[in-house]
């Protein structure tokens, strides 16, 4: 199994707080994904990033912010959580495409509750 | 812009065989991925296709068409645990080939019943 992380994997907060979900990866792999998961749509990306300090926005960003200061981490920020995220999150890696598939690998999901 | 497309349910009976259908338009296409999901876990990979054509890799296989826009899985002597979810992913590249993304359809829900 690679070796990626979410922290944490269940968390319940109040509308208007901020959050932060963690997704660490021991693969060295050069891209990070944040998706979200909800009844009906899928997985929807959020943001992703392409190497340390280099993110950009999936279809889904409004409302969301993201770090990546150290190729093993990347950090999602919700800066003032709504009931509308309310979601299962999940972070996955891969590396680039070339000649081998490279297929991406998940971590075990985050469960968001925005009360 | 992308999309993809899936059926969202499908029921089949244990030992048949089972075909589920995808069609994509997106532009980029560097690759079509299926991936296993469980309820409550994280999709897992299944199969890959670059080039027309059929991979097969024991009981599963995945068929691309590029010209046609779709691919299909094809699940053999069905079992109970392969009831789950099954999401048909493209990979597209973008910024001159240094970053590349995922889009998923909405997956296909399979019921293996006895």
């Known amino acids: 199994d690679a070796g990626i992380t979410q922290s944490p994997r269940h968390k319940v907060t109040e509308t208007g707080t901020p959050v932060t979900l963690r997704c660490h990866q021991t693969?060295?792999?050069?891209?990070m994904y944040w998706y979200r998961q909800d009844p009906g749509h899928g997985l929807r990306l959020i943001h992703y990033s392409y190497g340390v300090k280099d993110t950009d926005k999936g279809e889904v960003s409004d409302g969301y912010s993201v770090s990546r200061s150290k190729t093993e981490d990347f950090l999602l920020t919700l800066e003032s959580a709504t009931s509308s995220q309310t979601s299962v999150y999940f972070c996955?890696?891969?590396?680039?495409?070339?000649?081998?598939?490279?297929?991406?690998?998940f971590g075990p999901g985050t469960r968001l509750t925005v009360t | 812009g992308q999309n993809i497309d899936q059926p969202t349910e499908m029921t089949a009976t244990e030992g048949a065989i089972v075909q589920i259908n995808c069609t994509y338009q997106t532009s980029g296409f560097n690759g079509l991925f299926w991936y296993q999901q469980h309820a409550g876990e994280a999709p897992t990979f299944l199969s890959y296709n670059v080039l027309d054509g059929l991979e097969e890799k024991g009981r599963f296989s995945s068929f691309l068409s590029r010209s046609k826009g779709y691919s299909y899985l094809l699940l053999k002597e069905l079992q109970m645990k392969d009831s789950a979810s099954y999401l048909c992913a493209v990979r597209v590249l973008i910024r001159d080939n240094y970053g590349q993304n995922f889009v998923f359809g909405p997956g296909t829900r399979l019921s293996v019943l006895p």
């Open positions: 693969e060295n792999h050069r891209y």
């Open positions: 996955a890696i891969s590396e680039l495409a070339g000649a081998r598939s490279y297929e991406q690998y």
